[in-house]
């Protein structure tokens, strides 16, 4: 990235995500998005490989920051506080982009492509944490277990973030929800 | 259907299952599967739109019943009560379709495009549950988490029965897979 473009990425980022609000994700083109950014379409593409990645960038990232704490939970946690220490640093890690997590939900939950692609994410997320657990030493099946229950906190949780009122932390909506799951588990 | 081709259904089903394992999804086109079935291609496209629907013909059918045992289950009942009607109901509809099953979560597992569809598959499921949930009174922030945990259960225990050996009935490890998540979320 040269000096005379500072932070084309975070541009590029806010400006898609403009378009794709004002004008929908399938009818926003990467000409447009550059163009609104103020860089090239070259520029756009020396940093995302299509208009898709500029809203899953990131995932990658989020993926392994989750493992890694899910990895480094105390040995004597059990599966589901270990799956817990992945959510939370989740919470972390979100906890100042509430704004752009809300448009970024609105343009996914309008676009079925979208849709397809963050369940896909979510399924990759669901069998890393189950790799992790089988690390840590869970059997096969209790592993598959925690992850997917996991990732069905994690996916409710970051939807009544994005959803409900108010200014509540993403960390605590996932404990709210991870106490929830006991409530629901044990009546 | 004419009473000359008996169950071209069922043959179309199995000539493509058969196909679909040796020549891989991919590989494989409509015309072959009439073939094999020994019908024309023409009757194929009276029963399925395409290949890809053979595999999934039938899904909707599933969701419906196992909404309906949701919804039947007694006003008492606590959402996962309910939910695990719905999950017991499954494990009666595949009762004697393991051997099916079985090879079908093989093809799947093997083509993207099926993993994919499956995943939304699930998505529609996790949707209809928390629907009939809110209509039995649950909260929607209730309703969603149990349900995608629903969900998670359904997918762990179908995919323990098909690939595990031994012939435990699903209903059973729809039930054990259930202890499991209680046992996981109370400690």
Redesign the interface.
């Known amino acids: 990235m040269g000096r005379w473009e500072p932070d084309a990425a975070g541009r590029l980022r806010e400006a898609a995500m403009a378009l794709y609000t004002e004008r929908g994700f399938e009818g926003t083109t990467v000409a447009e998005i550059a163009d609104r950014a103020g860089v090239t379409a070259r520029t756009f593409f020396r940093h995302f490989t299509d208009k898709r990645e500029v809203l899953f960038a990131g995932s990658e990232e989020l993926e392994q920051c989750m493992v890694a704490a899910l990895a480094g939970a105390p040995p004597s946690a059990?599966?589901?506080?270990a799956i817990a220490a992945a959510l939370l640093t989740a919470g972390e890690l979100f906890a100042d982009r509430r704004d752009y997590s809300r448009r970024r939900q609105a343009v996914i939950a309008a676009t079925p492509e979208l849709?397809?692609r963050e369940?896909?994410k979510m399924?990759s997320l669901a069998t890393a944490f189950a790799d992790a657990l089988q690390q840590r030493g869970v059997g096969p099946?209790?592993a598959?277990?925690?992850a997917?229950?996991g990732?069905?906190?994690f996916?409710?949780a970051f939807?009544?973030w994005v959803t409900e009122p108010g200014d509540a932390k993403l960390a605590d909506v996932m404990r709210a929800?991870l106490a929830?799951?006991?409530g629901?588990?044990?009546?």
Request: hydrophobic share 50%; proline share 3%; no cysteine.
């Open positions: 059990g599966p589901m506080d849709r397809e369940l896909i399924a099946a209790v598959s277990l925690a997917e229950t990732v069905a906190v996916r409710v939807e009544r929800t929830d799951l006991a629901l588990t044990t009546h």
